[in-house]
């Protein structure tokens, strides 16, 4: 695969501002990498915005999600059990002031989380019929190579949320030197715990059970669809206008239609795991 995200301090002046409206619809301060990637593409991640934008900031999607995150949240807390060591290990820090506010963190992300799984399933099913298209499709790679390349970014993807929570629970400094000591002690937990979770969810998705679940949520996320206000349109022959011109665009579009759903429902069932505390 020859596609390179697109950061935003490298970005064209379009991309950016298209980035910043992400950012501002989804409240964080940085670009979910899924978004990075389209951002080489700055045409079609134009297109995309507003009508994702529209439906991000409609009451009614806003419903929805609660609805359905109760009933997704239920799932992965009764299917993607932490283990004794790690129950041992929460047990002894969990109640600590630290963990209080790093809660609050993680329902965030789980939301926002859902809210992109929500989006790149409905860009697959909007996309559908996209392996007609693809046979007069130039081949810019290999695609037999494509599960090879993304397989080694996944975790990119799926942890960008638990490293991205790290410098934001930096704590102030402090006069006192036994507060700043405990404090710098509540501090360490947190990466501490990430990477805890980032050891057992690696090996809960090596499991066929969790092949269920994971596939047991696209299927009730694909049932929720037409109930969305807003209607994600991205038609074959739409994203082949604007994407022609790069060479690299036939991996763009086997990236939207096979891996990015499955990574946004795998970094939401993550986000899901992580917040049971």
């Known amino acids: 695969m020859t596609i390179s995200p ?17 950012k501002k619809a ?23 915005t507003d009508q994702l934008v529209l439906n991000l900031q409609n ?39 630290s963990f209080y506010n790093f809660q609050k963190d ?27 298209a ?15 390349t993304i397989a080694k970014k996944e975790k990119d993807f799926i942890f960008e949320d638990a490293l991205a929570l790290v410098p934001s629970t930096q704590f102030q400094g402090s006069s006192d030197l036994a507060e700043s000591k405990a404090k710098a002690i509540e501090k360490d937990l947190l990466p501490r715990y990430i990477f805890l979770c980032q050891q057992e969810f690696n090996q809960l998705m090596k499991k066929e059970e969790f ?25 074959i022959n739409i994203f082949y206008k604007l994407n022609e011109k790069y060479r690299d665009f036939p991996d763009l579009l086997y990236l939207m239609s096979e891996h990015f759903p499955t990574l946004a429902v795998q970094k939401m069932m993550f986000s899901g795991f992580m917040k049971n505390l």
């Not at 693809?134 to 090879?148: Q, Y």
Request: aromatic share 14%; net charge negative.
């Open 6 to 22: 697109v950061y935003e301090n490298h970005a064209k002046e379009e991309v950016k501002i298209d980035y910043q409206k992400i």
């Open 26 to 48: 989804l409240d964080l301060f940085y670009v979910p990498l899924f978004f990075s990637y389209i951002g080489a593409f700055s045409e079609y991640l134009n297109y995309l």
């Open 59 to 97: 009451p009614n999607f806003t419903a929805l999600l609660e609805e359905t995150e109760e009933k997704i949240y239920s799932l992965i807390k009764s299917s993607l059990l932490k283990s004794e060591e790690m129950e041992e290990w929460l047990n002894r820090y969990k109640n600590s002031p």
């Open 106 to 132: 993680l329902e965030k992300i789980f939301t926002v989380n859902l809210k992109l799984t929500f989006i790149f399933v409905s860009l697959r099913e909007a996309l559908k019929g996209w392996a007609v």
């Open 134 to 148: 693809a046979k007069k499709l130039p081949a810019s790679g290999s695609f037999s190579s494509e599960f090879e």
């Open 211 to 235: 092949v269920i679940l994971r596939v047991g949520i696209e299927k009730l996320i694909l049932s929720t669809l037409p109930l969305m206000p807003e209607k994600i349109v991205s038609p």
